[in-house]
């Protein structure tokens, strides 16, 4: 199966906000952010979407698929 | 209705799974006094003492939760309609697990206990295994189950 990766650390890194800062900028909790981050938790569309918005960037450039091997 | 914060659905989430596992701790003994009490026909104080401290520990949780003020979602927080995707997510899962452990163990008492080993046992044991006392341990099970996948889910981990 496909695994899905994530570029949101780097950006939030880029930008120097928390998890915290993100999570109340898009209307979700921080728990929804680490897990994200970590690959634990896949998203909905919506939140792919708010983040693309947040970061001003296209959902590709933030989600990615990495083939299994 | 106001929104319901995202952040105070996840503590609403941790404390109404304390809260559970409270109360099965507190019921558990029960069943185990009754049990007990049942095998031996003696009562035992020293249960009756530690289910009186479970109940205890139930109303601090409670009363911490609430003068935390930090879950307030009015009546949502007995309802529970999340909003927040990842409590709704944790929640699907939570009892999926619940119900697969519930089913293994009504098809392993129906299959396997009942047929051969209850007809095997000494009548005060056939007595134990009343179905009152078997209820209430599914419903113990599922508590202990549902509430231990929140925790474990929710676990705290360091912000970066």
Request: charged letters at 15%; one cysteine or more; glycine letters at 4%.
């Amino acid at each position: 199966m496909d695994e899905l990766t994530n570029q949101i650390a780097v950006l939030r890194a880029g930008r120097q906000i928390s998890q915290t800062e993100l999570a109340e900028a898009i209307g979700v909790s921080r728990k929804t952010i680490s897990t994200v981050e970590t690959g634990r938790f896949t998203p909905s569309v919506v939140i792919a979407l708010k983040l693309a918005q947040f970061f001003e960037v296209p959902v590709e450039q933030i989600f990615s698929l990495k083939a299994a091997e | 209705m106001r929104q319901w914060p995202a952040e105070q659905q996840i503590t609403a989430l941790k404390y109404g799974a304390y809260t559970v596992l409270a109360s099965c701790v507190m019921f558990g003994i029960g069943l185990l006094e009754t049990i007990l009490t049942d095998v031996t026909g003696k009562s035992y104080m020293l249960l009756s003492v530690a289910s009186g401290l479970s109940a205890l520990t139930f109303l601090v949780i409670v009363a911490r939760w609430s003068l935390k003020r930090s879950g307030h979602g009015d009546l949502r927080q007995i309802l529970q309609p999340y909003t927040e995707e990842f409590a709704q997510d944790l929640i699907r899962k939570a009892s999926s697990i619940t119900c697969f452990v519930v089913l293994m163990m009504l098809l392993f008492t129906h299959v396997l206990v009942k047929p051969i080993f209850l007809s095997k046992l000494d009548t005060s044991i056939q007595s134990v295994l009343s179905l009152s006392n078997f209820s209430l341990l599914l419903l113990l099970v599922a508590g202990v189950v549902w509430a231990s996948t929140i925790l474990l889910n929710l676990r705290e981990e360091a912000e970066d």
